[in-house]
């Protein structure tokens, strides 16, 4: 019998992940990235409702912000799963995600905001869904970074997940 790993480690590892890629890629910038907003749980639920707070996102530079929220989602059953962000009314723009993959249950999502987009925010509502199945747990993060490259922030990433094995090694 395979035993899987928990959720809970499931989810500390792709975080861990999913902030090594974000920060590995920010490092090939000429100019220094800061963290405004070190990684906060903004939810951690098992429903489906929309999970929504008021964040107002700091100044910085004011010029090369740019929020970003990774999601770890668990179903009762195989199956995808479907999310949308939001801050202010402003779509954030999906980096990677394996929310559509039908044959696993422990899904994980990354999303980021530039600049213009938290320029053109109206309000500090950042809202996600994550919905379709049968919710197990849904954890919510976000972060937010200055300086960071408004063309092409994330240049390289991994999604990760097993689903159904035990894994050792994770890269």
Known sequence: MKILPTYKAFVKTIFSILFFVLIS?????????????????????????????????????NSNRMLVVAIASSRTRVGTRTVTVTYGGQALTLASSDMGIATIRQHTAIYYLNEA?????????LSVTVSNGTTRITDVWYAVFDGV??????????????GTTNVNTLI
């Open 25 to 61: 890629s920010f490092w090939g910038l000429s100019a220094q990235v800061t963290t405004l907003t070190n990684w906060t749980l903004h939810a951690h639920t098992v429903s489906t409702d929309a999970i929504a707070a008021n964040y107002t996102i700091p100044t910085g530079t």
């Open 117 to 125: 987009g938290l320029d053109a925010a109206v309000g500090t509502g």
């Open 149 to 162: 490259n408004q063309s092409t922030p994330i240049t390289n990433y991994q999604n990760y997940n097993s």
